[in-house]
Structure formats: structure tokens, C-alpha cells
Antibody, heavy 121, light 108 residues
Framework: QVQLMESGGGVVQPGRSLRLSCAASGFIFNTYAMNWVRQAPGKGLEWVAVISYDGINKYYADSVKGRFTISRDNSKNTVYLQMNSLRAEDTAVYYC??????????????WGQGTRVTVSS | EIVLTQSPGTLSLSPGERATLSCRASQSVSNNYLAWYQQKPGQAPRLLISGASSRATAIPDRISGSGSGTDFTLTISRLEPEDFAVYYCQQYGTLPSTFGQGTKLEIK
């Protein structure tokens, strides 16, 4: 069965960095684009970034562009989110999500359980 | 980016009643690539509807989606206790993908 498991969250000071990981299993990972979506405490969902199946194409929300980098290692079935210059407003639960069918233009049919990031001094 | 506005913010209904949730887009959603998700406290979102009206796997037929262009609706015909949750719409036809702010469906 499809499983997505995020890790790497924690408490970090403003301006510092953190790298999140999402380990995938149960499907052919290197044929699927992958997304990160976040949810601030008590708030709605915000799409963060997407990476193509081969890692070549990457797109970001304006709110994280230039600070966050999405990447993947298909040999490890893992997608990453490198978060630099963190701000208080980046505090959220971060989910990785798989697009149905594998392409960008697809809804997210599987989600991880999320990893919590708190940016605070 | 395409802004999605959901209404109402909160909907208070009783089990057995019909729920109608709205999602309006600031511009036409490409190919009607509009999805609905359900989220319960402490859980990840769950895909209910894609392509505006196609039910996802294992979603009961009392849950349906409709609409096109800029106006979309999620309908739950007969509310069950497990339906009380927060619902989000998402457009995935144009990057950046965007979500509505959510509708909380609560027990009256």
C-alpha cells in the first residue's frame, strides 16, 4: 500500500535552516511528481512546492520562493524540502502529497501524516 | 494566482440533513481541475472529489461534486456522523495550485 512518511520537523530559531524528508513506498516513486503542502496552526492548507518525477522541474509558492528548495533522490524513494531563512510565518505542519496519476495537474490522492515545524526564538 | 473562496465559513446541520458547500474561483479553473478534500482534527486531508465531479476511491455516492468554470459545489445528501469535518476545495489546473480557506461542517 502507498505510504508517505515525513520527518525532520522540530523547533528552530528565525533565520535558521531545516531539512524535511518524505520517504515513499508502495508505488513506483520515480514516475510521480511530488508536492509539499503546509498548514499553519488553526489555518487552511497552502501548497508549497512541486518537483517533477525526474527532479528537473520545480515550482514554488511565492511565499517560499528563494528560501525553500525541493529535491528528490529516486534511489532512496525520498523527496526533500530544504528550508532556509525560516520565519515565524513558516510555522506549520508540513505534508508531502502524491499527485494522482503522477503528473503536476492532478489532485493529491495520498498524503503523509505531516511533520511539525515551529519557528520561534 | 487563482483565489478560491469557500462559503459558508461554518455550516451547522444535523445528521440526516443535506449539506451544500460552495467554492468560487477568481478566474476559470482550467479543465475544471477542481478537487474537494475532507480533513478531520489531527489527520491529513482526504481526497473526496476530483475533476469537479468524480468521486475518489471508496467515497460513498451520497457525496457528490458539481460545477464548472468558476462555481463549484460539494453536496452531501444525507449527513452521517463521520461527515462532520472541515472541507477544502483545491484547483490543480494552474500552478501555483491553490486551496480555499475551508468550510467547517459542524453538528447542530
Amino acid at each position: 500500500q502507498v505510504q508517505l512518511m515525513e520527518s525532520g520537523g522540530g523547533v528552530v530559531q528565525p533565520g535558521r535552516s531545516l531539512r524535511l524528508s518524505c520517504a515513499a513506498s508502495g508505488f513506483i516513486f520515480n514516475t510521480y511528481a511530488m508536492n509539499w503542502v503546509r498548514q499553519a496552526p488553526g489555518k487552511g492548507l497552502e501548497w508549497v512546492a512541486v518537483i517533477s518525477y525526474d527532479g528537473i522541474n520545480k515550482y514554488y509558492a511565492d511565499s517560499v520562493k528563494g528560501r525553500f528548495t525541493i529535491s528528490r533522490d529516486n534511489s532512496k524513494n525520498t523527496v526533500y524540502l530544504q528550508m532556509n531563512s525560516l520565519r515565524a510565518e513558516d510555522t506549520a505542519v508540513y505534508y508531502c502529497a502524491r499527485p494522482k496519476g503522477g503528473n503536476y495537474g492532478a489532485p493529491f490522492d495520498y498524503w503523509g501524516q505531516g511533520t511539525r515545524v515551529t519557528v520561534s526564538s | 494566482e487563482i483565489v478560491l473562496t469557500q462559503s459558508p465559513g461554518t455550516l451547522s446541520l444535523s445528521p440526516g440533513e443535506r449539506a451544500t458547500l460552495s467554492c468560487r474561483a477568481s478566474q476559470s479553473v482550467s479543465n475544471n481541475y477542481l478537487a474537494w478534500y475532507q480533513q478531520k482534527p489531527g489527520q491529513a486531508p482526504r481526497l473526496l472529489i476530483s475533476g469537479a465531479s468524480s468521486r475518489a476511491t471508496a467515497i460513498p455516492d451520497r457525496i457528490s461534486g458539481s460545477g464548472s468554470g468558476t462555481d463549484f459545489t460539494l453536496t452531501i445528501s444525507r449527513l452521517e456522523p463521520e461527515d462532520f469535518a472541515v472541507y477544502y476545495c483545491q484547483q490543480y489546473g494552474t500552478l501555483p495550485s491553490t486551496f480555499g480557506q475551508g468550510t467547517k461542517l459542524e453538528i447542530k
